[in-house]
């Protein structure tokens, strides 16, 4: 597989993780379950479960348990990166809007492309800085409307450590592209679960919330950070992250889709402007691509 072959891959495999996150707000409309700690429990049981029987499926039981020993300090980081940021989501949003957390997590791949230049100096491109900039502004307009007023420090600084969190590990993924992060992903489940576990009023669920907390933890969660572990390891990581932001972008389509929830014009106008700064942006990037492999002297 070519190099341009393996950034394609990879952004197909990111904005599919896209897709699937972004489906989390419609699944959730549908629960009956108040206590948010319990949807986490189960949600994060579910993922495990679900990224943990895909390894035995593919590796067996030898291979997964190779899988986990292999993963080392950067899949732990990872995993804790993402058990961070999972758990950290439920309780920002007790303190703070929807609406600032989505802010704060349309600075991802601005985070993730400082981390990476000040840690490993990987340059990103003026291209990427500007779409990185579109994207802020498109997510800053869909959210405009409904941004508090009154400044939370708890809430909000949790959701820049999610924001902090998403970054780190999508960084050390891509710095440690020879590792196989599916293990990770599985270990931070498993830490979210076990964090809500002991925070959760009650654990009992009826029969259809139990459906729809497997596609929620199964689908939305799992095969999400399957998809994102997967493809983040063939791209720059400030190009990952901004692929990512079209989660965002997506959920606000189904919950209207579904639940017949039509979006404000503030949010058709910045989801179109986030939309457009990702679609000229990879374009853009896959252009280059094939000029410089073009431009690559033939073998004698």
Not at 234 to 257: D, F, K, Q, R
Request: net charge positive.
């Amino acid at each position: 597989m070519t190099a341009l072959q393996e950034q394609r891959k990879g952004a197909l495999l990111v904005f599919g993780s896209a897709v699937a996150w972004s489906v989390g707000g419609a699944i959730a409309r549908f629960l009956s379950v108040t206590d948010s700690w319990t949807i986490v429990f189960w949600r994060s049981v579910f993922a495990s479960a679900f990224l943990l029987g895909f390894m035995l499926w593919r590796q067996g039981l030898a291979g997964t348990r190779r899988l986990f020993l292999d993963m080392g300090v950067p899949g732990i980081g990872v995993g804790l990166c993402f058990a961070t940021a999972s758990t950290s989501f439920v309780v920002a949003l007790a303190y703070t809007t929807v609406a600032n957390v989505l802010l704060m997590q349309a600075g991802v791949p601005l985070i993730a492309a400082l981390f990476s230049y000040i840690l490993f100096r990987e340059k990103v491109s003026m291209a990427t800085w500007l779409a990185i900039a579109a994207v802020i502004g498109g997510v800053a307009i869909m959210v405009s409307g409904s941004v508090g007023g009154e400044v939370s420090p708890i809430g909000d600084g949790l959701a820049l450590l999610i924001a902090l969190a998403f970054a780190g590990a999508t960084v050390i993924t891509r710095r440690h592209a020879q590792v196989a992060m599916m293990p990770a992903v599985c270990l931070g489940t498993l830490i979210a679960a076990t964090v809500a576990a002991s925070m959760a009023s009650r654990f009992q669920i009826n029969a259809a919330d139990t459906g729809l907390l497997i596609l929620f933890g199964a689908l939305n969660l799992g095969l999400g950070l399957a998809m994102f572990v997967t493809g983040v390891r063939l791209l720059p990581s400030a190009l990952a992250a901004l692929i990512g932001t079209a989660e965002p972008v997506l959920g606000p389509v189904w919950v209207w889709l579904v639940h017949g929830e039509i979006p404000s014009q503030r949010t058709l106008l910045g989801g179109s402007l986030v939309f457009l700064a990702l679609l000229a942006h990879l374009g853009w990037q896959f252009h280059q691509n094939r000029k410089d492999v073009q431009a690559m002297p033939l073998p004698d």
